[in-house]
C-alpha cells in the first residue's frame, strides 16, 4: 500500500497535523494555492500564562489572491525578538526548553522571504525530531498541469506518487468523492485525533486543547511525543458519522 496525505504548509502546527504525516509515505506541502488570511499559514497558539496566546508572523501586503509561495514575510525584524521572548516565556521551566528552544529559534532568526520556507522548516523540523519515515514534498517542485484544482488535483498529485490511499483530516470529508477515488484505484480515508489525547502542561492552569506542536515539544519526551502521534483513527465515509467527534484544531 502507498498512502499520501496533502495540506498547506502551517507554522508549527497542531499535533494532528503531524499524525497525518505518521500515517503517511508520501505528504506533499500544497505551497503552490492561494494564501488564507486569518486562517493557520503564518500563525499558532501556544499555552502562555495558563492560556491560549496567538503568535503571528507578519506577511508583506497580505492578500488571498497571492499563493502561499508568494506571500513574503514583512521586512521588520522586530517580531521575530518578540515571538522568541514569548516562546521563552511560556516555556523557559519546561522540560522540553534545552533540546528545542536552540533550533526553533534559529528557525525564526532565519525566516525570510516567503512563509512556505519556514512553515515547511517547522514541520520537517519535528518529523525528524520524531524519526517519522515519511517523504515530505512540495506541491510547486511537481510541475503539474495549472488548470487542475480542488479534488482533481489532489487526484493528480497522489497519482504522482502511485498512491493506493489518500489520507485527508476529517473535517474535510465534504470535500471529497469517495466514488471519483475509487475509480483512481485508491481507497480513500479520513484521520481524526483521538478525542482523548492529552499531556502534561506546565502550570496549574487545566489542559488547552489544540495548541501548537510547539507546546507538545516543550512539554513531552520524544517516546511521549511519538506515541501521542499514533493516537488517531482513519476512517471511510461511512465511519465518520459513528465516531467520536476530534478536539479542536489549529
Excluded at 489572491?65 to 511560556?90: C, E, F, G, Y
Excluded at 528552544?101 to 522548516?121: D, H, V
Excluded at 485525533?193 to 488547552?208: C, K
Excluded at 511525543?225 to 489549529?250: C, F, H, K, M, N
Aim: overall charge neutral; glycine content about 8%.
Amino acid at each position: 500500500m502507498k498512502r499520501v496525505a496533502i495540506m498547506q504548509p502551517y507554522v508549527f502546527p497542531y499535533l494532528g497535523y503531524y499524525q497525518l504525516l505518521h500515517a503517511a509515505d508520501d505528504f506533499v506541502l500544497l505551497d503552490d494555492v492561494n494564501f488564507i488570511k486569518k486562517g493557520w499559514i503564518n500563525r499558532n497558539r501556544i499555552r502562555l500564562n495558563g492560556e491560549a496566546y496567538t503568535f503571528t508572523i507578519p506577511i508583506q501586503g497580505m492578500s488571498q489572491n497571492a499563493t502561499i509561495r508568494a506571500s513574503m514575510i514583512a521586512a521588520d525584524p522586530t517580531w521575530k525578538a518578540k515571538l522568541l521572548a514569548q516562546v521563552r516565556h511560556a516555556y523557559g521551566k519546561a522540560p522540553g526548553f534545552a533540546t528545542h528552544f536552540g533550533p526553533i529559534a534559529e528557525l525564526i532568526e532565519q525566516a525570510e522571504g516567503s512563509i512556505a520556507g519556514p512553515a515547511a522548516e517547522s514541520i520537517r523540523y519535528v518529523a525528524r525530531y520524531a524519526g517519522l519515515p515519511v517523504r515530505i514534498h512540495t506541491a510547486s517542485e511537481l510541475a503539474l498541469p495549472a488548470e487542475l484544482k480542488g479534488q482533481e488535483r489532489i487526484l493528480a498529485l497522489a497519482r504522482h506518487f502511485n498512491a493506493t490511499r489518500y489520507i485527508n483530516p476529517v473535517n474535510g470529508a465534504a470535500l471529497y468523492d469517495e466514488g471519483r477515488f475509487a475509480e483512481a484505484g485508491m481507497e480513500l480515508r479520513f484521520l481524526r485525533m483521538d478525542g482523548t489525547v492529552s499531556y502534561l502542561q506546565q502550570g496549574p492552569a487545566p489542559f488547552v486543547q489544540g495548541l501548537s506542536i510547539l507546546d507538545v515539544l516543550m512539554n513531552v519526551e520524544r517516546d511521549e511525543l511519538r506515541e501521542l502521534l499514533g493516537r488517531y483513527q482513519l476512517l471511510t465515509v461511512s465511519e465518520i458519522g459513528t465516531s467520536p467527534d476530534e478536539p479542536a484544531t489549529t
